[in-house]
Structure formats: C-alpha cells, structure tokens
C-alpha cells in the first residue's frame, strides 16, 4: 500500500497528492493518506466518488484523518 | 456513429459555471470539469485552520458541484505557473492585487493545453457577459478567447447568444438554439435557471472566490512584497497571510500572532522555519517573527506579544524566544507588557 503524507496541508492539497498519486497506479491497489485537515474526511470521499475508487477506511486519530482509499 | 463531442468545464464551485455545464450536459456532450489551485483560492482554509470554526461545515464546492453534476473533476495544482500571472499581469491588477483578466487567460490557456493533452474537443466556462466588472466585460470576453489560444472551441453556455458561433456550435457539436443569452450583473436569470433544475444548494461566495479580490488579504501581501523588496513568494507565504495578526512594529521584521487555539497549532508547523516566541509564564499565542531583529528588537517584539497573552495586565511576563536554524534552548526574556495605548493602530498590516 502506498503511503502519503499529507499532514499541514490544506484542502485541496492531500486531494491533488492522492489525484497525483492514482494517476500511476493500477486499479485494486490501496493509497493510505494521512492528513490534518479535517476538510480531507468530506472531500476524498467526494473525489473518490466522482471518479469511482472507493473509501474502504477513514479514521481520526489523536487529531489525524486516515483514510484508505482502494483504486478501482 | 458520430463520436461523442468532449469538452472540460472549469469548475470554480458557483453556480454559474454549474449551470453552464448542465447546459452542454444536456446536449449529450461527455463533460469532466477542470479546477485550478493557485494557492488564492477560498476553500475553507480558515475554517479548517480556526478552533472556532471546527464545526463549520466545510467542503469543496467545485467537487460537491461534481458530485451533484455526476462528473469527474480533476484538480490541478497551478501554483508555479501562477507566479507569473500574479507577479506580472499584462492587463494589470483590478481594486486589489487581482489579477482578474489575466487569471481568466490563463486559466482558460491551460485548459486548452489540456484538451489537447487529452484528446478532448472543447472548452466550458461559466462567465457571463457583463457580469464582472474586469474580466467579463462583453469586449474583453474575446479577448480571454484570443490570448489564451483556445479561440473558438471556448463557449460560455450562458452567454453564447451574445457572442460569435464558437465552432461546436458551427460543426453542430451542440445546438446554439439551446444555449442563453444572459448578460448583465442581475443574477436573476441564473437563479431561475437553477430552480428549473431544480439546484437550490450552491456556493454564493461574496467577495468571489480568491483572496486576492479581499482589501486586507491584498494589504498584507503587498506588505511582503514591499519589505522583502521583490515580489516572489512561496506557498507557505501566502497560506501564512491567511493566518493570525500581522504586526509590523518596525521595517525589518513583522509579527504574525496567532488569535486563536487552532491558528496557534497551524502555526506551529512553521517553528522550524521562522524565529518565534510564545508567553511563558502566562497563557498566550504563538508569534512568528518573518524578517530580522535588530538591537533591541526581541524586547520590543516580546513587549508586544505579552499585550496578546493573559498576562497583559500583569507587571513582568515571560516569553521565551527561539532563532530559527538554531536547535538550542530558547532565551526567556522578561517584559513588561505594553500597553493597550502603545501598540499602534499603524502597525496593523
């Protein structure tokens, strides 16, 4: 699973890492982010949603937003 | 069988650049929108930074505007390339530091880069002729068409009927017939265009959706250029205007003071980057310090602080001070706070 850290950055920002990162990638592997941005946890769901990867974890932890995306 | 036209809609996350998508839509063109991040734009970044906004509702309108559209919306992070823009507007700026005209060129400019890149057919926007007072004016829509390179495959859905056939509506990608002739500031027909679709959510941001178009935000950027003597600035620089109170006691060095819990943990992740100082002995913000400080400068600088903490009515406060590039310790300094008289309204960026 690929890992990216996304802390400190605002919206849009860890959308454009994990857009970024989906492009050089194949369908089925996994994109763990791992942000500080409260506004990531409405908006990858909302950029997975438009372009059909699925949220299969999203998570707060001790002020942190985790979420796993799965490539479709 | 007649391929399927595609076109990329830029998507700011209003209604009118919803509407006009939903226009070609419509026509059975296969739409996927386009939003450019300059580092300007308003996206709820002082909602996510301020405790006090923590339950704000916060989203992405350009991505909620895909949602509700049904489209993909690709996000592209401009923030080099839109250096140039802002640094050098051909067209200069407009009230503030917005560089409207040349923004709409070059927004519009690298949208047909990526048609092309693509392999798309066309480009959608949302303006409005005589909406804007700098960038939509009808004499400088053919402008934007002109100097971004995309010519006549831009078609502005809601005002196609004031301006010349673009040539999807020449080749019969879509039908003019189908397309409005809205012009003006009223937002009326807009709006009654929304509720014959049925759209009674979308984002109505006041002052636009960049900063640049905000007074103070453009006060305190033309401060740092001023100071700094040039007018380049990095990502950090502007996200940091976003943030706290600038003072700027002195020529060679500002203040930024965080006003609250939330500013003050978004500051935090700059420590390593700037001089800072925080209150010691008494509750109170986080300061970064951008600049130098001189002879007498840290006292000066803590004097000030100490007016922002808990301390302020208190005879001596403690603020501790941390040079950047230095992994020592931090100095403590003990001050008097100044008073509220002493701290003048003119250092207020």
């Known amino acids: 699973m690929k890992e990216i850290d996304a802390r400190r950055l605002l919206c849009p920002m860890p959308v454009i890492r994990l857009q970024e990162a989906a492009c050089q990638m194949p369908p089925g592997e996994e994109i763990k982010m791992i942000c500080t941005d409260p506004g990531v946890m409405s908006d990858i769901p909302a950029w997975c949603k438009v372009h059909g990867h699925r949220v299969v974890q999203a998570e707060e932890t001790h002020g942190e937003y985790h979420l796993v995306v799965r490539l479709q | 069988m007649k391929k399927q036209p595609k076109a990329v809609s830029l998507i700011s996350g209003g209604l009118d650049s919803m509407l006009a998508t939903k226009l070609i839509l419509d026509q059975g063109v296969h739409v996927e929108g386009i939003n450019f991040f300059t580092g300007f734009c308003v996206e709820g970044h002082t909602h996510a930074i301020r405790q006090k906004d923590k339950d704000k509702k916060k989203r992405n309108n350009a991505l909620w505007v895909a949602e509700q559209l049904g489209i993909k919306l690709h996000i592209i992070d401009v923030v080099e390339p839109y250096k140039e823009v802002l640094i050098n507007p051909k067209h200069g700026y407009g009230a503030h530091l ?10 519009v400019r690298q949208a047909y880069e990526w048609i092309h890149k693509h392999d798309f057919d066309f480009i959608i926007t949302g ?76 984002a109505q941001p006041a002052g636009g959706c960049c900063f640049l178009t905000d007074r103070s935000y453009s006060k305190k950027l033309g401060d740092l250029w001023g100071h700094r003597g040039h007018k ?6 502007i996200m940091l205007l976003k943030v706290g109170r ?29 001089t800072h100082m925080k ?26 602080l100490a007016r922002f903490s808990q301390g302020k009515e208190e005879k001596r406060v403690d603020v501790v001070l941390h040079h950047k590039d230095t992994a020592a310790e931090g100095k403590v300094i003990s001050v008097e706070p100044m008073r509220e008289q002493d701290v003048s309204k003119d250092w207020y960026v």
């Open chain 2, 98 to 107: 917005n560089p409207c005209l040349d923004c709409k060129v070059f927004m």
């Open chain 2, 279 to 304: 209150t010691v002995s008494h509750a109170g913000p986080l300061a970064l310090v951008d600049g130098t400080l001189e002879a007498g400068d840290a006292q000066l600088a803590a004097r000030i």
């Open chain 2, 127 to 202: 303006e409005v002729v005589g909406q804007r007072p700098m960038s939509q004016r009808k004499q400088i829509m053919p402008v934007v068409a002109r100097e971004s390179g995309a010519e006549t495959l831009l078609v502005r859905p809601l005002s196609a009927k004031n301006l010349p056939v673009t040539k999807p509506e020449a080749e019969g990608w879509i039908d003019r017939e189908k397309l409005h002739g809205i012009s003006g500031r009223t937002r009326k027909p807009q709006i009654a265009l929304a509720q014959q679709y049925g759209i009674d959510d979308f």
């Open chain 2, 232 to 237: 380049d600035y990095e990502l950090d620089d």
């Open chain 2, 246 to 274: 600038h003072l700027r006691p002195k020529a060679n060095f500002k203040m930024i003071i965080g006003r609250e819990e939330g500013e003050n943990n978004f500051m935090e992740g700059y420590k390593r980057e700037f």
